[in-house]
Nanobody
Framework: QVRLIESGGGLVQAGGSLKLSCAASTQTLNSYVVGWFRQAPGKEREFVGVIGWNNANTNYADFAKGRFTISRNNAMNMVYLQMNSLKPEDTAVYYC????????????WGQGTQVTVSS
């Protein structure tokens, strides 16, 4: 199973930007759909966005559209989440997850990285 490691979280002021990274440490991500999810304190985990295994397609939650962008570099085995115009309500632990292109569920998850947006 692929092992994922997120990085890039931190504290940022409202209106600022952060770029999160998701690295695969055990095998290539080339054949995996990679999604980003987040969980705020006291709330359920929610979908942020996803990128197809061949880098062709992305899909975002409504709150992320126009502010967040997912990209990937298969040669580097990395997936990114660029977040702009951050709001305090974006404060959460952000997770990346991988689903093999032939699978139905995200079977591999990272440990998460904290994003805190101050007002």
């Amino acid at each position: 199973q692929v092992r994922l490691i997120e990085s890039g979280g931190g504290l940022v002021q409202a209106g600022g930007s952060l770029k999160l990274s998701c690295a695969a440490s055990t095998q290539t991500l080339n054949s995996y759909v990679v999604g980003w999810f987040r969980q705020a304190p006291g709330k359920e985990r929610e979908f942020v966005g996803v990128i197809g295994w061949n880098n062709a397609n992305t899909n975002y939650a409504d709150f992320a559209k126009g502010r967040f962008t997912i990209s990937r570099n298969n040669a580097m085995n990395m997936v990114y989440l660029q977040m702009n115009s951050l709001k305090p309500e974006d404060t959460a632990v952000y997770y990346c997850a991988a689903r093999h292109r032939g699978a139905t569920d995200f079977g591999a998850w990272g440990q998460g990285t904290q994003v805190t947006v101050s007002s």
